[in-house]
Nanobody
């Protein structure tokens, strides 16, 4: 079955860095568009970054220049490198695979202290 497993979250001070990973199984990973989303308490889930099967990327304005999404098709893994973290980046980060699977991972907590 389809499984997306995130890891790499944690507690970091403002200005620090984290790298999130999403290991996928049960999908044709190299053919799939993937994305990272986040949801802060009391807020709606929002797109952080997306990467197509061809490697094209797009980012939310709030993270441009600080975050980088990438993928390793040989490892069925997607990454999110997060630099210059801010307290407003605090959220649960979710991995998503697009059509035809349309599935979510369980999420990983990122907490940025000021």
């Amino acid at each position: 079955q389809v499984q997306l497993v995130e890891s790499g979250g944690g507690l970091v001070q403002a200005g620090g860095s984290l790298r999130l990973s999403c290991v996928c199984s049960g999908i044709a990973f190299r053919l799939s568009a993937m994305g990272w989303y986040r949801q802060a308490p009391g807020k709606e889930r929002e797109l952080v970054a997306r990467i197509t099967s061809a490697g094209n990327t797009n980012y939310a304005d709030s993270v441009k220049g600080r975050f980088a999404i990438s993928r390793d098709n040989a490892k069925n893994t997607m990454y999110l490198q997060m630099n210059s973290l801010k307290p407003e980046d605090t959220a649960v980060y979710y991995c998503n695979v697009g059509s035809p699977y349309n599935r979510w991972g369980q999420g990983t907590q990122v907490t940025v202290s000021s």
